[in-house]
């Protein structure tokens, strides 16, 4: 009896991964997104980064001091994660004030209520972001066109993003393949040559940090693959049986949050299923539902609800399939 088991909250890592190694991981995967983001937004792109991942450390170093009365554990890098995600999903124009207001609930409602780090249901930064959405939709939906973001990144010229642009010609019932012409070409969007949020504008980046953080073993392919390959054959359905009112699912691939959520949000270990069947139906579903959202839904984007919602769902996911305990015998 003198060697005791101590069981603790996930996530559960076997092998040479800790949470410090793996959350620095994701912040160097994370380094491609922001350089091109600083490229194309300036010093937007800086300046809200900055302030989100400040805001989420100090924000979780006082509830953990002055409320929870438990160690300090910033230096584990996730609330620094938070703030990067968070920024990600932010325009490069939006106060600062408004970045501290997310930051503030993305870690002390979305993580710490729960009891922090391995306990919350839902994805910090995801919380963080739907919460400004609804708080501030104006400030939230002015994205500054790319290239022409001044020092002073408040006064930027703003426009559409190229799904808020299907949307409102869906919405005016007008032909998509028109203003699917007017677009930035597939080779743009993928380099990221195009208006959003600071961190989804450029495929190429986020798809080298995601073939990063596989060569480092921090995530599996299940996820980010299967949630593409579902919006690629739903959308690609909808494209083959009515091209003239609907894009291309290369299109709903390279905009949007969709490859950021993919591999970012939807793969959080805390909020994802254990389980690699578990991790199929969950993002099947994330990725129906981003589908959804975007073609008959009001918001022009789905990533961020689909993700939410699913997370909800992954203790039922992860007790139905649960893995079958070692030595267990099965009746009849």
Not at 196 to 217: C, H, M, P, R, V
Not at 258 to 270: E, F, P, Q
Request: aromatic share 10%; with cysteine.
């Amino acid at each position: 009896m003198s060697r005791l088991l101590t069981v603790s909250p996930s996530p559960h890592i076997s092998g040479f991964q800790s949470v410090n190694r793996m959350m620095y991981g994701v912040v160097v995967s994370l380094v491609p997104a922001l350089l091109v983001s600083a490229y194309v937004f300036g010093m937007g792109a800086v300046i809200v980064t900055a302030i989100a991942i400040i805001s989420c450390i100090l924000t979780e170093a006082a509830i953990q001091k002055y409320f929870l009365g438990t160690e300090v554990s910033i230096r584990d890098g996730s609330a620094m994660v938070t703030g990067i995600l968070l920024a990600f999903n932010l325009p490069s124009n939006i106060p600062w004030w408004m970045v501290v207001i997310g930051s503030i609930f993305a870690i002390g409602i979305g993580k710490m209520v729960y009891g922090g780090l391995g306990n919350n249901p839902f994805n910090p930064a995801l919380a963080g972001r739907v919460f400004l959405l609804i708080s501030f939709p104006v400030q939230m939906t002015s994205w500054p066109l790319p290239m022409q973001s001044p020092l002073i990144y408040t006064d930027a010229v703003t426009g559409a993003t190229p799904l808020g642009i299907l949307k409102e010609t869906a919405l005016m019932e007008l032909p998509v393949s028109e203003a699917l012409q007017q677009m930035p070409g597939h080779m743009q969007l993928f380099l990221g040559q195009m208006g959003g949020s600071l961190g989804e504008i450029s495929a190429i980046a986020l798809l080298t940090g995601f073939i990063w953080l596989l060569y480092k073993k921090i995530i599996t392919w299940h996820i980010p693959v299967t949630i593409m390959a579902t919006v690629a054959v739903f959308t690609g359905i909808l494209w083959l049986a009515d091209p003239v009112n609907n894009a291309t699912p290369v299109f709903h691939l390279l905009t949007g949050g969709l490859i950021l959520g993919s591999v970012y949000m939807a793969t959080d270990l805390v909020t994802s299923p254990m389980t690699k069947k578990g991790m199929f139906l969950y993002s099947v579903c994330i990725g129906l539902i981003t589908v959804i959202i975007r073609v008959f839904g009001s918001y022009p984007e789905g990533v961020s609800f689909a993700i939410l919602i699913m997370n909800g769902f992954v203790p039922l996911i992860n007790r139905y399939f649960k893995p079958k305990r070692f030595g267990e015998v099965k009746n009849g």
